[in-house]
């Protein structure tokens, strides 16, 4: 499975979270590509304090309170379990990054294995069964 | 005897108390303790998420397990599958 990770938003990130649980639950091989504003959750400063949501914004402290009352995972917390249990590569798109001020990737959480190009994404998306866009 | 009669009397070789966590948390438990479990062996799983009562038997079936059944309790699902 192939995921382009475009959100930088709690909501959509957490969504993903649950995604690659299902993933790693049936030993899937995940390539995860952090686009544009993916990369800016992803950066070390902004991963645990970032609380945005992208949708039904009106609604953001009952949906974070909601996470918090059912112990859902932090969604890096959620990614790392998953990197635990099966094969999830993360690649942050090198342009995402430098939008971001994030020239190498010890500007991002660990999660992050490498920073990539387009190119990658496109040949990894080509030979997976499932390509999601987040 | 019942099912859930026949169920409540197996003795199992592992039980994973996921009450209280949500999807995924429950399928994730069950699949790290699984290893945990010889072969042949039973598994007990304890959920409070109504999703996961789909998502074990099929789990199991496509991991080759016996999903044995389940029955509710007050407030959660009790679950077995055979190794």
């Not at chain 1, 049936?26 to 949501?53: G, P, S, T, Y």
């Not at chain 1, 990737?105 to 999660?111: M, P």
């Not at chain 2, 999703?51 to 009790?78: I, M």
Request: hydrophobic share 45%; glycine share 8%.
């Amino acid at each position: 499975m192939t995921i382009a990770l475009f959100s930088g938003s709690v909501d959509k990130l957490t969504a993903a979270g649950v995604i690659l649980g299902g993933a790693a639950a049936e030993d899937m091989e995940v390539e995860i590509f952090v686009l544009l504003q993916a990369a800016f959750a992803f950066k070390k400063e902004n991963a645990m304090v970032n609380d945005r949501v992208a949708e039904i914004t009106d609604k953001k402290d009952d949906f974070l309170a909601s996470l918090q009352r059912l112990n859902t995972p932090h969604w890096t917390q959620a990614f790392k379990n998953a990197k635990e249990m099966t094969n999830v590569k993360i690649h942050i798109c090198g342009f995402a990054g430098k939008v971001w001020h994030g020239e190498k990737l010890d500007d991002f959480i660990d999660l992050a294995d490498n920073i990539c190009g387009i190119g990658e994404y496109i040949a990894s998306a080509e030979e997976a069964n499932i390509n999601l866009f987040i | 005897m019942s099912v859930t009669e026949e169920l409540k009397n197996i003795k199992a070789d592992k039980v994973v108390d996921a009450r209280g966590t949500a999807c995924p948390g429950p399928l994730l438990a069950v699949k790290q303790a699984i290893a945990d479990v010889p072969p042949g062996g039973i598994m007990e799983i304890l959920s409070s998420d109504e999703g996961t009562k789909r998502d074990v038997p099929r789990w199991a079936n496509k991991k080759g397990y016996d999903y044995l059944g389940d029955y509710e309790e007050s407030g959660y699902f009790v679950m077995y599958l055979k190794k």
